[in-house]
């Protein structure tokens, strides 16, 4: 199979989106020159042109696209060209208004937005098959084209009637009979038994509660639905192209798509991240994307989409400060990608996305967010053949599941304050602040690699997910386990005693008695630090090597955490600091060290390949001791034991041998 | 009639919703066996299984239940058998879409969850009774069958076409003529003259603001609607066993059914309560429940479903901490229930409801929770023939109408902080926390067991319930009256004035010149106390006994507290203190005592039949004087002069015979 | 054509909507004893009488106005005469559903509110003309017959199918071609481009963002079908009565009509207000609308509706404490009011608005709030003779215009806390406090006459605008310009650099980096104020005589102000008090001077015709300064060199001759 080293080389990819139909063809050639100027060498093309390509039913209008193929081609720049799918032009819903979905409430999603396609409408199907195989045979022999990218961040719900149709199918094809459905639903629970697979619906809105087994399969198929529109596309254009990697762009952290499953259908793993410039974890949810996409990409991605500087989505969108784009992209190459590109080149002068910036801002090239482009290109270009192909290494796994994550973000649960996304974060983000590398995995992977596997929570896991963990424990890792793991199948049913029995017995607990959820003004005092978000009411079978117990209240004396030998459960979220500290402890104690000891707050510090990546978030200078001598390669420096970065500064330090 | 006391005898009835259907057949020996052990003698079966017994239309399976009630009563278990029309199977909705609920938005309940059955639907109507008589006509003459259960928490509205149809239908019912409800509902007002019967419509998506008096007759015919499902249902199971009392279960001071109306249409009234565990008023709820629950039933009534634990519904569902199901179920004893259930025996494993703990949790029979329901099993036995049965007396009736309170809680009122039942909560509070056990009364009904009658708030009164009012005066009863009383007619039409021109004469105010609402942010000082959520300008007719003013701000020196003879009037809520010290002051100027002086804070005492209740509401030690022996049942040991009351503890004193 | 001074002559109009249809007719001659009694002069008949009127399709009962219009006639009271079209008989919407508005969600707004026409349905339009021309016909030459008002507050949106046939139509008419119209609207961006104008339909519920350009164009057209309604029944009246004046009331500040373009089509303007009464700044609210509606009717206005006391729509209604109501009142006449009326002469005692205070409130006449009606009468039949007529001076105008705002408030815009209203309030305000009265203008209205000209936020500007905005600095006037104005042309097309080059030039501004929006817990540091709630990354050109720097944060050091000349560029949102000293500063450069000098705080000071007003919006009483000797008005004193007001005190003196 074709990958993204086909396509890099021991370049980095730079560019982004590249919707010029936008404005007049005399802007062009200045795209070009600015591009040039810029280091761009990658652009993507058509993602929301099929209305341009198609203005009509079946009649298509390629000449515009054929000169900008060529134009970008005599640039020497790649193009990534888009199935246009994510957008039907306004003839095909107003031909077929079916094709449009429904939400739960039975609104219908109009036109005049995007991505208003139903993902079960075999008329919308048909024509993004056809408008793909035109595309493909077009282009097929074309020299720009270096990758393909199928339809544009997957993410429709439909619950109207051709969805229900084949959602029974689907469900068909998951249980065989209505039994098996009757039973995996429990469906004897508020006389929900169906007797004909005509009467099997979506999760439509209702009265109250909707079946909780029901709507975690909705979601299962519709990832599985929205993957049968992409994998349609794709085996369309590697019909014409087998040797041009195909991708689709993720959006990071979004519940829809069961990304594990998606990415084994990817040559090339791609994302789309946008932390917010304001935020102060924004550099952690990068990190956080960026070592989930590597992971599902097992080896080098592809930033498909970042923005040069503010975004147009949230409540107040904030710039990019000077430096932090440069930052926060040079993370990503330090995280493992190998493009680094943007949504999108020239900022909108229209539409709904016009305030959303853009590679060429509203300021133009003179704009300081352009005059950053073109550095960070400069910087690109430099490092392109020293880090391009490189690998990251990590000692710990964190643990997710799209499924586990599905049957938890639930009506009515324990606790509607304990967000499956923001545990991650909390876990992850204490990882990042002790400097501790890591990969994440599917629970049912192979843990082998690493000495730590984190599990932040699986409120649901398979039998088999139980063994792995086990199986790692018993092979001497280290594990440690967040509360609400292990409490349901994948059916969503509870496991006999509210916890699998065998995780029970890993961890020393003879009875969890009671989940006792922190609502926002409480937090549960615990030997040594506060813990938040959730505790737990544990009678301990005695045999744990270590407890921390709660400290006062209801749970006064019983515990917190829990050891037995190397595997560790916490009933709470510890504060922050506290979670830092105890992963670092159990990290060291399993032999997994920090990047670089004793880093400066808000330094980070990667190692790819034989580079080591150092990062500062802060706009304080800072001095990192890096014993040695080192060759800065942004600045092609010699540095010696210790290296000093300025406001958002970067160094890449090739590194001499590990000392051990 | 039959009634609870024929199901009881000298027994307390316990145990719970039973729905066993949801785990293999081999799970129900092992519960006969819990529940025997927890002195359960109550099951309630069938509540949703509608789709097991008739899982295809008229094609029914009863052979799982024969088992089931044979089981059961070999066990010596008493069964509460619920018809299951509060869930139809999804045949219904699939076969017949009307039979689906329409919100006012136009958006279908879909089935999926429960309650999607329209009220107004012939067709579910039609198949309500065909299994309510099937049912019935099964186990007539089953040993088991002690109580029929009919639907379960009526609670549905319905917009829909057929909803409409019987709408207009109890409308020409109640006005004969369209003159007359074009009269009731001001149509003149805003153009909305009705001329065609057809034209009248339930209370739709508007605009703007809706018809108020068409959103009260909607809701008087919503309960209505309900109430002729209930009683359809109950007609049938009272042809087949009449000897069986029948109830169905409210939910506690939920706006939609008239419970008053209802009430009279039972055997036995039940009601399902929830308090917060963690609210730190969690007892004054369960108590003023109980109280009305109490007063429905005219005698002991039956506490159909609590939580042993955790609920699922709220943001953060909290468990019950040790000794509070036990405390809780024990208040509502002495507050005259015969019967402690639960919602649910077994906590369900999988569905929408498996987060809301059993009797028997997740954690299973050494879960701590289920060890305290064994505990509260023997405290039942024990109180059982020394209470059941009793009555509880009060001297001081709270007035409570649903007419009244639909007619307040409406769009575009003076105030949207003014909550109906807080307000009541707020009275029935300051009542409790005098230590002054209270009925609850209809404004119509008979008031002269009552020394004080209290009235937090009743917006609409019918002439004869003010000359009720003006009658208990003039009889030399006390009156305690809030704000925003007898403003309107029953039509929902302001009286003369603002106020009933004979109210306003029994407590001496000449002009009701304006309302001043409060803010959050604001409060009215008074003279001694500060008011909350309300205020007004009076000016008084000169000739009232006592006034309590306003001081400072707009109000300074109008009364906010009118006395003229024993009628009082409250112009705003003093905060909570200021509103228990003159309801305690003027409950004693009437001779209406607390049931023991000097009682500490957290200490609740209840007088229930001969027997006196004394309910610890905190967990720090306290002593109660408590003059005289008496035999405390709960330990059956003797206690003088005073008891010691742990956490959460309770005793039950059999009370010497009173003094006065 | 006919004009406000026809009805007013040299009276104030007093009096308000009136619909004695909602009592028996007993109470008509209470009614008018008590107008009588109160000075009022002027009611306002038949707004919501259409179901009345037509009790069914062409049937007419017009029986009960004739007797109503004949009875004020009588009593000396002028009858405005208002078309019911507001608020459509149950039977249309029964007989035609058509007629029914959608919303975006495709929700029917339903009868049994009001307003629940669809300006696009021509059932409606035609039943509408009907009614109207027979109400002209009859009342044609009644000798009460004063004005015509027609329907009341046009405010509906309908997004349905016959909404989508007419909106096509416009969009025909606007752009001729499809071409033109996918060009305006940026087609091209997410695949939207139109081959059909079939395909074009309102902005209906879609996935994500809606194309901003076809929103814009919606709420044109929104504003054009309404004024449509308008014209036509206007049209129908003039042909009927060539004399009498015609009006429809505006809502202040609302967003849906192009106030400017629909004033063009008035006799009289007209316009609703409704400040809260606990508004700290209600007063300054009122000012605004009271300057707005002034230089809509370039003249005399109407205060067609204000409150007596409270509203009934807020969450918490407060009632006007004593004397706001004069106060208020007064302060329209002022600011050029020639009429004074209110919704509604009576309180309702049904419906939806019986909480809504009317001239006679609940509390009937005895009532304060009556009682104060009384007395303003007094005073405004003192007043007439002097200020009836007389203009309101502004040697300042605010630019305002709607389409600008519509541009400005979409989704997905830099920041949704940046309100255009709020804005605009911000800036007026501050002008208020220092003093400064101010006109309105449209942004190509000949500015001459000012000498300043004040830009609070005009996101979207005509290339005339600009030209206009030039012109005026040019020939010598002094401009003051917020942020975010001149970024977009009326297509929603940003211009290149992100603000009109010729605006840059203007204020010497070379780049225009980036905006930097201010979060809620953000501000910017400046040098001697705070700004709030925007900043922007500023390049000047060097060209600017005076510059205000940003102090520290990543602009520090940047422009925040900049004044280049006669022209100020204000890149954030001064707070408060710095605002109004910065406004008062260019004024007094400009030689705009406030009404008087060294007003105490809470005083207004206006001047109309040769009258000065001094209104104290306080409770303590103040001192004024007015340096001579003048009349009175309303005590009818003299008052010498000052004039003491008390709480919400009012004086009006006949100005000696300006001495300057």
New interface residues.
């Given amino acids: 199979m074709p990958n993204l080293s086909d396509v890099t080389g021991r370049r980095i990819l730079y560019g982004g989106d590249y ?1 010029p ?2 404005w007049p063809e005399e802007t062009w050639p200045e795209d070009i020159r600015l591009m040039k100027a810029a280091g761009v060498n990658s652009a993507t093309l058509g993602v ?5 390509l198609e ?2 039913p079946g009649v298509h209008d390629f000449a515009w696209l054929d000169r900008l193929m060529d134009l970008l081609h005599e640039a020497g720049i790649g193009v990534v060209l888009a199935t ?1 799918t994510a ?5 095909l ?2 031909l077929h208004p079916d094709t449009l ?1 429904r939400d739960a ?12 396609f139903s993902h079960s409408s075999t008329v919308y199907r048909r024509h993004a098959a056809a408008i793909t195989e035109a595309l493909a045979a077009r282009y097929a022999s074309h020299p720009a084209l270096t990758l393909w990218h199928i339809n544009n961040e997957y993410c ?1 719900y439909d619950h109207g009637d051709e969805a229900a149709t084949r959602f029974r199918r689907w469900l068909q094809d998951r249980y065989g009979t209505l039994d098996a459905l009757n039973t995996a ?12 697979w ?4 979506p ?12 709507v975690l399969d909705f979601r299962r198929f519709t990832s599985d639905m929205l993957l049968e529109c992409y994998t349609a596309e794709r085996d369309i254009v590697r019909r014409h192209t087998p040797h041009i990697p195909v991708t689709t762009n993720f959006m990071p952290l979004w519940s829809g798509q069961d990304a594990w499953r998606w990415a084994e259908e990817e040559d090339v793993v791609s994302v789309d991240l946008y932390p917010d410039p ?1 935020d102060p974890f924004g550099a952690q949810e990068g990190a956080l994307v960026q070592d989930l996409t590597r992971s599902q990409a097992r080896g080098p991605w592809m930033l498909m989409e970042q923005a040069a ?2 975004v ?2 949230r ?5 990019k ?2 430096g932090l784009n440069r930052l926060w992209s040079l993370q990503a190459v330090a995280r493992g990608a190998d493009a680094v590109c943007y949504f999108q080149w020239r900022q ?8 959303h910036s853009g590679m060429v ?4 090239e ?4 352009h005059q950053e482009v073109v550095q960070l290109g400069a910087d690109l270009a430099r490092l392109g053949p020293h880090v391009a192909g490189g690998t990251v290494g990590a000692e710990i796994a964190v643990l997710h599941d799209w499924h586990a994550w599905w049957a938890a973000d639930q ?7 304990v967000d499956h996304a923001d545990v991650l974060r909390a876990w992850h983000r204490a990882l990042w602040q002790g400097g501790l590398t890591t990969d994440f995995a599917h629970p049912e992977d192979d843990l082998t690699p690493y000495g730590v596997v984190v599990v932040p929570q699986l409120y649901a896991l398979t039998d088999a997910a139980v063994d792995n963990l086990l199986a790692h424990v018993r092979g001497g890792g280290t594990l440690v386990c967040g509360f609400l793991t292990g409490v349901a199948d994948m ?4 496991r ?3 916890m699998d029995a065998r995780l029970r017995e890993l961890f020393g607990i003879r ?9 926002a003004d409480e937090s549960a005092d615990c030997d040594g630090f506060r813990g938040t978000l959730w505790s737990e ?1 544990i009678e301990p079978d005695g045999t744990a090597s270590e407890t921390i117990p709660y400290q006062g209240g ?1 749970l006064d004396g019983l515990p917190a955490v829990l050891r037995k030998g190397s595997a560790w459960y916490l009933s709470t979220l510890p504060e922050p600091d506290a979670l830092r500290d105890l992963l670092a402890r159990v990290a060291a104690d399993a032999g997994a060290r920090p990047v670089l000891d004793a880093l400066p707050a808000d330094v980070e510090a990667v190692r790819r390949g034989d580079l080591l990546f150092l990062l500062h978030h802060g706009r304080d200078p800072v001095t990192v001791d890096v014993p040695g001598t080192h060759r800065e390669l942004l600045t092609d420096t010699v540095v010696t034991d210790r290296v000093t970065l300025g406001r958002y500064g970067v160094a890449v330090l090739r590194d001499p041998e590990p000392a051990s």
């Fill in positions: 919707n139909e936008q929301f042109s099929w209305s341009r203005p009509r246009p957008s039907p032009p306004p003839w819903g107003h979905p409430d039975g609104r219908t999603e109009w036109w005049g937005g995007r991505q208003h429709t639903w429990g469906t004897a629970f508020w006389s929900q038994g169906y007797g004909d005509a009467e099997v619906a999760p439509r809105h209702a009265h109250y509660l909707r079946n909780p087994s029901q304001r500087g503010a147009n989505w409540g107040v969108n904030h710039p400060p000077r909108s002068w229209q539409g709904a996305e016009k305030f801002g509203h300021a133009g003179h704009g300081r967010t009506e009515a649960r324990p606790s509607t304050r059916d969503d049913r509870i006999p005693g509210g009875t969890l008695h009671e989940w006792w959820p922190l609502d009411e209801e």
